[in-house]
């Protein structure tokens, strides 16, 4: 999108009435001051509802994955980043994790409340192996909360990114497709082996929540052409997923005004060298950028430094 720095927010904002009431005593002065600099750009328009999340949309247009709703093929990128030959094969990641059991719903535990080590990961992923080789699926150790998973029922399979599901009765987000059947069923017999599964026993016995289940995200092959590399200049700043994902807004806000001292006053100082900026702001329905590209963009928005607006009328909608 552009040659100089480029800085993408994910969970810039939530829908939840509990965040909008934190958003309207939160300052950002850093972050008004540099969009009152900045023109309006791109926009990624959607809902609460898509599988896959705003921030993941732009950037899965930055590394050129475009792809369906649930089906950008975000674990064939990652074995590609890591310099391994994808096999042209449709990947997936497999996340273990706790599902709460309700009386008429399950909804999804926060990874992190599971507080999963390499061991005990690695445990579970030896039980679980052998039945996902039985439905042709090669399963192997990435990281404690996260395995990466080969198989042809991942093609053209769309998923509910994590992010989407965590806090969330999980029924709205199953897979829905014909080839998903076989998932389900085996989702259904890891449940089983894992109720009783000495592993959990001395989790329990820890004070620890048991692994219970598992999600099923970022499938698919990679396109025929696609970036090798992310863009030279685009920036992550993901300080914010972690406490809007367990609901604790205190610490978001403490989290935001971090990133408006720290990297909004950063970018601002690029726009007074004269260096080129893009703000890309994401919530859980759409994302929004913001950009300067040339010196001569300055003189023709001074005025609107006079015209800020606060922050929770920016990230209205999103």
């Known amino acids: 999108m552009s040659d100089g720095v480029h800085l993408l927010i994910p969970f810039a904002v939530s829908s939840t009435p509990e965040c909008a009431a934190a958003l309207q005593a939160l300052a950002l002065p850093q972050l008004e001051k540099l969009l009152a600099r900045l023109a309006r750009g791109a ?12 921030h993941e949309r732009v950037l899965a247009r930055e590394y050129a994955l475009a792809a369906p709703d649930g089906c950008i093929p975000w674990a064939a990128w990652q074995v590609a980043q890591s310099g391994r030959d994808t096999q042209d094969a449709a990947w997936a990641w ?9 009386t008429d719903h399950i909804a999804m535990g926060h990874p992190q409340e599971l507080q999963l080590d390499a061991a ?15 439905d042709g699926i090669a399963l192997e150790y990435d990281a404690p909360a996260r395995w990466l998973a080969r198989g042809e029922v991942f093609r053209g399979l769309a998923t509910a990114s994590l992010d989407r599901v965590v806090g969330r009765t999980i029924d709205d987000w199953m897979p829905r497709a014909p080839q998903a059947k076989s998932l389900r069923r085996l989702q259904q017999e890891m449940q089983m082996l894992l109720y009783t599964h000495p592993a959990n026993e001395e989790r329990s016995a820890r004070g620890l929540l048991p692994v219970n289940s598992f999600w099923v995200s970022g499938t698919g092959a990679l396109p025929a052409a696609h970036a090798a590399a992310p863009p030279p200049g685009l920036q992550i700043t993901d300080c914010l997923r972690g406490p809007a994902l ?41 994302a929004q950028s913001w950009t300067r590209q040339h010196k001569g963009e300055w003189p023709r928005r001074l005025g609107s430094l006079f015209q800020r607006k606060r922050a929770a009328a920016l990230l209205e909608g999103l």
Request: aromatic share 10%.
């Open 120 to 134: 005990d990961s690695q445990t579970f992923l030896a039980a679980m192996q052998p039945f996902f080789e039985q």
């Open 43 to 54: 926009a990624a328009r959607g809902d609460e509802h898509t599988l896959s999340m705003p």
């Open 94 to 102: 497999i996340t273990p994790c706790h599902w709460r059991v309700g």
């Open 246 to 286: 367990l609901g604790d807004w205190p610490a978001w806000t403490r989290a935001w005004q971090g990133v408006d001292a720290q990297e909004c006053e950063r970018l601002n100082r690029v726009v007074n060298a004269g260096g080129a900026v893009t703000l890309t702001l994401c919530g859980e329905r759409g």
